[in-house]
């Protein structure tokens, strides 16, 4: 028995010391750090706004997309929907559902000509990415202003309000927040 001791105790005390550390002590520095640094994104970056049914409360996260898909509205990236997002790019699965998403488009916007942005057809890594391309954006700008009866300047300044910058300065492309912008375009009177 003393030898068992021997062995277990400190396997004990250290898998209870771990736990401690890297179970509370950690999280909690980490977290306490972020909430001062970065409040909003600690915080899930929650965006306060006016819902359907006519109140106002928290209608999003600026961090996570959602699905629009009503005419008038700043449409996102295509969700994943169950649909794994790791999907060989020349497969025939991918291929089917490119060709559904482009009939999908189409529909949508049929007097739209132009070539369809490649972020509006693919789900992104994540399935519920919160940002566009600027070529998405503007892909939809004429049906955005037609549907909604405003101009397509006040659509793109809109958009140009809830684009950020490239990271750093040169990192990445500069991306549009499609919950801002939907959210922008409904505080304009319809």
């Known amino acids: 028995m003393k030898r068992f001791m021997q062995i277990w105790k400190p396997a004990v005390v250290g898998f209870l010391l771990l736990t401690l550390m890297c179970g509370v002590v950690y999280p909690g520095i980490v977290t306490i750090f972020a909430s001062a640094a970065f409040h909003d994104k600690a915080n899930g970056s929650i965006i306060e706004g006016k819902r359907a049914d006519g109140t106002t409360g928290k209608v999003g996260s600026a961090e996570i997309g959602q699905t629009f898909t009503k005419p008038e509205y700043l449409i996102g990236r295509a969700a994943s929907d169950g649909v ?107």
């Open 84 to 190: 794994a997002t790791n999907l060989n790019p020349t497969s025939e699965e991918q291929k089917q559902l490119v060709e559904k998403r482009i009939a999908w488009w189409h529909k949508l916007d049929p007097t739209n000509n132009r070539v369809i942005p490649m972020d509006l057809v693919t789900a992104s890594a994540s399935g519920v990415d919160p940002d566009i391309s600027e070529a998405a954006a503007a892909y939809q700008v004429d049906r955005i202003s037609r549907e909604r009866g405003i101009s397509t300047k006040q659509v793109k300044e809109i958009i140009a309000e809830h684009t950020s910058d490239r990271l750093l300065g040169f990192w990445g492309e500069p991306t549009v927040n499609v919950l801002q912008v939907n959210l922008a375009l409904d505080r304009l009177k319809m």
